[in-house]
């Protein structure tokens, strides 16, 4: 690992570049994953099968990219000299390929595709130098400080997707003009916060990690038993909760206005859930604290239809509460995959921690992917907008949430470790 300079150390602008990019690539991102699926159904009138299929092998081919980008960089350092530039470069395309997903033409599934598959490879080659700057920042000050202003960061960004997306509800009435304005609009103030990227990788750049020979292959088969099963269980909860947030924008007819705020209540809730969580963890660990998330996440989503039945502001109540856990799934993911990478012996073995953190965001993509997936089976099948749809979407959520927590839950590991130890050979 490269040692960081002290110009890197003496520059008080760094914190204030990375929380720029990290908002700007967090806009681009929070109105990608919510808004996709939306544009493709309800103003390129593509089936929601389609749709979500499309949906989901972005996310697949976005997770390709982000390990296939990151070898590249550790082993070629001709690309780490113009990696700024490459790096401002995508951010530009990353931007103008978001603007246009919504001013296709009809039904025109190939360029669809094209715009889709532009935009994940753009925002691959920008998300994975920028993360790598995390780690510089980190070193500087303190871990549990960076992640906790990815955290507020990212939840503020969700906040004004959401908030933009209220023009959004009743888009049969008002047309797709008012989608085109607020795509717009979030790929301009996104364009101007990546502006200092490349400044930002040329200052980190030498200070940042560089791994050679990263291989996992030496690591325990418990250990990579472990790592799979947490990656598992993130990747089902990712595409249950994100399932969860997409179907909002299909549910406004089912309880008035509640249900056309229901996004913007659960990004608000989320970021107050960051002070919650964070005592919570530190007294009983972040795996256990994830658990209990998950379980959160699992009872707020089953007991939403009933909560409606009982009135409009029994319904806010659950929101909240499902806001509340998933913020708290979405802080305690990072920390407990930190915490487990201890446990698994993985922390003093730089090379096999880079490739783990590469399995882990692969699979979070590809569970976001999932939900894309998920929601528009769900809409083909149920349509939406009635009581009776919600229960078809809550139910499987809800099971697969409490998978999650198993999984997540530390004493399952150890469970998982003394099944494999039994079946070793004397």
């Avoid at 909760?241 to 206005?257: E, P, T």
């Avoid at 990478?341 to 999932?370: C, E, H, V």
Wanted: glycine letters at 10%; aromatic letters at 10%.
């Amino acid at each position: 690992m490269a040692s960081i300079g002290p110009a890197v150390t003496a520059n008080r602008l760094l914190p204030i570049a990375f929380g720029m990019t990290h908002a700007g690539k967090s806009l681009l991102w929070a109105g990608t994953d919510a808004f996709t699926l939306f544009i493709l159904v309800k103003i390129l009138h593509m089936p929601p099968v389609t749709a979500g299929a499309l949906f989901v092998l972005s996310s697949f081919w976005n997770a390709m990219v982000d390990g296939v980008w990151g070898h590249i960089v550790n082993r070629c350092a001709a690309i780490r000299m113009i990696l700024p530039s490459l790096c401002g470069l995508a951010a530009g395309l990353g931007c103008l390929s978001f603007i246009v997903l919504p001013w296709l033409p009809t039904e025109s599934t190939a360029e669809t595709i094209f715009a889709l598959f532009l935009f994940r490879t753009a925002f691959s080659l920008l998300d994975v130098p920028h993360n790598a700057t995390a780690a510089v920042l980190a070193n500087l000050h303190g871990h549990l400080v960076v992640a906790r202003w990815r955290s507020i960061l990212s939840a503020l960004t969700a906040i004004m997707v959401a908030a933009a997306a209220l023009p959004m509800i009743d888009t049969a009435v008002i047309g797709p003009h008012i989608a085109r304005m607020m795509f717009l609009g979030i790929a301009g103030l996104a364009c101007l916060l990546l502006a200092p990227l490349p400044w930002l990788i040329r200052m980190a750049r030498p200070a940042t990690p560089i791994f050679r020979n990263a291989r996992m292959g030496h690591a325990k088969g418990v250990s990579l038993s472990g790592l799979a099963l947490f990656c598992l269980a993130q990747m089902l909860g990712f595409a249950a909760l994100g399932s969860m947030g997409k179907a909002m924008l299909h549910a406004g007819a089912m309880q008035g206005w509640l249900f056309d705020y229901a996004l913007l209540i659960l990004t608000v809730v989320r970021l107050a859930a960051v002070g919650l969580w964070s005592p919570l963890a530190a007294h009983m660990g972040s795996a256990r604290a994830l658990s209990v998330a998950y379980m959160g996440s699992a009872f707020a989503t089953i007991a939403l239809p009933a909560a409606i039945g009982q009135g409009t502001w029994s319904a806010a109540v659950i929101l909240g509460l499902l806001g509340m856990s998933v913020g708290g799934v979405i802080l305690l993911a990072w920390s407990s995959f930190s915490e487990q990478l201890g446990n698994w012996g993985m922390a003093d073995d730089p090379a096999a921690a880079a490739r783990a953190y590469g399995w882990f965001t692969a699979t979070s993509k590809i569970g976001l992917g999932f939900s894309g997936l998920f929601t528009g089976a769900w809409l083909s099948q149920a349509g939406g907008g009635s009581l009776w749809a919600l229960w078809m979407l809550v139910m499987p959520i809800a099971i697969l949430c409490l998978a999650s927590a198993l999984l997540a839950w530390p004493g399952w590991g150890l469970r998982m470790r003394l099944m494999l130890q039994r079946f070793e050979p004397a």
